[in-house]
């Protein structure tokens, strides 16, 4: 405490040196304007100190605490709105899903019904169109059967006028038929 | 010599210090500059270093000023 | 020619009772310099007052500037002392606004032709006020010192992890230090105020005696004009720094008691 000792001293050897002294020296070093600045000071700081203390600063305090926790709250249900809000796509996107899927199930299934019909009446159709062809192949081999008959007869009896006229002598039906069988048997 | 210019001539001795913490404040924000350019994101924090180094050195400055002012209105 | 008259450089600090008091043979006559206070003070309270009547969730201007200086203030002192600094974050921030309105008020100019008394007086600069508010920071400091610390709280002035013979330099050093912390922490913002003051006062009295000179001088009265403007911005950020950091200093100190043994 070095100065305020030499600050003390001096002012005071100034102090008793008379008023002359103490008008020229520094109003600082003055000591008998001490008690009284030290005593306001004293109440004033106190009392600035006293109201800072119970009124103001928990004031303040609890109005930016107050604010910072609304914030938090604000921030928290605005995440939980976000996270609901992707609950609920997550839910929208797992219906459009499903619906998907069902639509999906349900386009095979016609198509497979529908395949089915196609092919039993292809079948049908198919069977018909067999029976027909089979009929037609059996007239037609009858036919063909027949002609072959007819033109064995008329080959036999175009032998038999033949033979008649070359040697004015009639083979019997059997023989001519016979030697038409042979011709035919051979060719 | 006459004891009023002795007074004058000591209280003009006593502001010296004034150089040297003239000097020593040039030293302590340049350095703080530098060092805050070199690394802005830790400038903040020594700050409350700075200022001290600051008050410190202002301090020594301050006591020149003092002991001339005692010198001048005291003696 | 214009009569004007200068004033002493050492009269804008004298103590002038306004109303005079005496208790038990003591002087303690309400001053200029106790006005001064009172002023500053009733400012802060008035401030704070409009500030907290109504404590919104979303501040208004004047609720806003109180808030900006609670969480600066509140944040110095957690950064400073850390999670022990709560219980001095009252004090701290009193000391801060307090030194910073008396420095404030003591720039606003005189009004001319009201009696020296009510001219405008900086409490602050003056060294019995300063030294006040630093024996109580130091008092506080001690205290709480030995409170929290028992006797380790003397480890302040003995760091361990020395070679043995270091501490027959480095313990009275420490004490040193210690003990020039009050006398530092008042010297340097009663020197601040005062110091500035001063040049002011200068300033402003280059400019009346050249205004008194009369004729073609009184034009060169602009530049110690423009000087005393620059000065008094200058003393703006001088009374905001100085209040700035006693309140740093205050929590250093705090925290230095605090962590007394934990070096």
């Known amino acids: 405490?070095?100065?305020?000792?030499?600050?003390?001293?001096?002012?005071?050897?100034?102090?008793?040196?008379?008023?002359?002294?103490?008008?020229?020296?520094?109003?600082?070093?003055?000591?008998?304007?001490?008690?009284?600045?030290?005593?306001?000071?004293?109440?004033?700081?106190?009392?600035?100190?006293?109201?800072?203390?119970?009124?103001?600063?928990?004031?303040?305090?609890?109005?930016?605490?107050?604010?910072?926790?609304?914030?938090?709250?604000?921030?928290?249900?605005?995440?939980?709105?976000?996270?609901?809000?992707?609950?609920?796509?997550?839910?929208?996107?797992?219906?459009?899903?499903?619906?998907?899927?069902?639509?999906?199930?349900?386009?095979?299934?016609?198509?497979?019904?529908?395949?089915?019909?196609i092919a039993e009446m292809q079948a049908d159709t198919d069977a018909a169109l067999e029976k027909q062809v089979a009929a037609a192949e059996a007239r037609i081999t009858a036919m063909k059967v027949d002609a072959a008959a007819k033109v064995h007869d008329a080959a036999a009896e175009t032998a038999r006028a033949v033979v008649e006229i070359l040697l004015d002598e009639a083979p019997t039906s059997e023989a001519a038929e016979k030697a038409v069988s042979n011709v035919s048997n051979a060719s | 010599m006459d004891a009023e210019a002795a007074k004058l001539i000591g209280a003009g001795l006593a502001s010296i210090p004034l150089a040297g913490a003239g000097v020593g404040l040039g030293l302590i924000f340049g350095n703080f500059l530098s060092g805050a350019f070199r690394n802005p994101s830790a400038a903040a924090a020594n700050q409350p270093t700075m200022l001290l180094a600051f008050a410190l050195t202002e301090f020594t400055g301050l006591l020149g000023f003092a002991i001339a002012m005692i010198i001048l209105y005291t003696f | 020619m214009i009569d004007i008259r200068a004033a002493g450089p050492m009269e804008q600090f004298e103590i002038l009772p306004i109303i005079p008091l005496d208790i038990a043979g003591i002087d303690i006559s309400f001053t200029n310099s106790s006005l001064w206070m009172l002023i500053a003070t009733g400012a802060i309270v008035l401030f704070f007052f409009l500030a907290t009547r109504?404590?919104?969730?979303?501040?208004?201007?004047?609720?806003?500037?109180?808030?900006?200086?609670?969480?600066?203030?509140?944040?110095?002192?957690?950064?400073?002392?850390?999670?022990?600094?709560?219980?001095?974050?009252?004090?701290?921030?009193?000391?801060?606004?307090?030194?910073?309105?008396?420095?404030?008020?003591?720039?606003?100019?005189?009004?001319?032709?009201?009696?020296?008394?009510?001219?405008?007086?900086?409490?602050?600069?003056?060294?019995?006020?300063?030294?006040?508010?630093?024996?109580?920071?130091?008092?506080?400091?001690?205290?709480?010192?030995?409170?929290?610390?028992?006797?380790?709280?003397?480890?302040?002035?003995?760091?361990?992890?020395?070679?043995?013979?270091?501490?027959?330099?480095?313990?009275?050093?420490?004490?040193?230090?210690?003990?020039?912390?009050?006398?530092?922490?008042?010297?340097?913002?009663?020197?601040?105020?005062?110091?500035?003051?001063?040049?002011?006062?200068?300033?402003?009295?280059?400019?009346?005696?050249?205004?008194?000179?009369?004729?073609?001088?009184?034009?060169?009265?602009?530049?110690?004009?423009?000087?005393?403007?620059?000065?008094?911005?200058?003393?703006?950020?001088?009374?905001?720094?100085q209040a700035y950091v006693f309140a740093v200093l205050t929590c250093i100190y705090l925290s230095d008691a605090a962590h007394a043994s934990d070096h």
Request: charged share 15%; proline share 5%.
């Open chain 3, 54 to 241: 109504r404590a919104a969730l979303i501040p208004g201007r004047v609720q806003s500037a109180v808030e900006v200086l609670y969480e600066f203030v509140s944040d110095l002192v957690r950064d400073t002392i850390g999670s022990d600094g709560r219980k001095f974050f009252p004090y701290v921030f009193t000391l801060f606004i307090f030194i910073l309105a008396a420095n404030l008020f003591g720039l606003i100019p005189s009004l001319p032709y009201t009696p020296a008394a009510m001219h405008t007086f900086t409490p602050t600069s003056h060294l019995i006020v300063t030294l006040a508010l630093a024996m109580v920071t130091i008092s506080i400091v001690v205290i709480y010192g030995f409170w929290k610390n028992g006797l380790k709280f003397f480890k302040l002035f003995a760091p361990s992890g020395l070679p043995i013979y270091m501490y027959v330099l480095i313990v009275p050093i420490e004490i040193i230090s210690f003990l020039s912390r009050p006398i530092s922490l008042a010297v340097r913002l009663f020197a601040n105020m005062f110091a500035g003051h001063i040049i002011l006062k200068l300033f402003a009295g280059f400019v009346v005696s050249l205004l008194s000179a009369g004729g073609a001088v009184m034009v060169f009265g602009i530049a110690p004009f423009l000087g005393a403007i620059a000065v008094t911005a200058l003393e703006f950020l001088v009374a905001a720094l």
């Open chain 1, 1 to 117: 405490m070095s100065i305020f000792a030499i600050a003390t001293s001096v002012a005071e050897t100034a102090a008793a040196h008379g008023d002359e002294a103490a008008s020229a020296g520094l109003p600082q070093l003055d000591p008998s304007s001490w008690p009284s600045q030290l005593f306001w000071l004293a109440v004033i700081f106190g009392s600035l100190y006293a109201l800072m203390h119970t009124r103001f600063l928990p004031a303040i305090g609890g109005a930016i605490e107050e604010r910072r926790d609304r914030i938090a709250d604000d921030l928290d249900k605005a995440s939980e709105f976000k996270h609901q809000a992707e609950e609920a796509e997550g839910a929208y996107n797992q219906a459009l899903a499903d619906a998907k899927a069902k639509a999906q199930g349900i386009a095979a299934e016609t198509r497979g019904e529908v395949d089915k019909d």
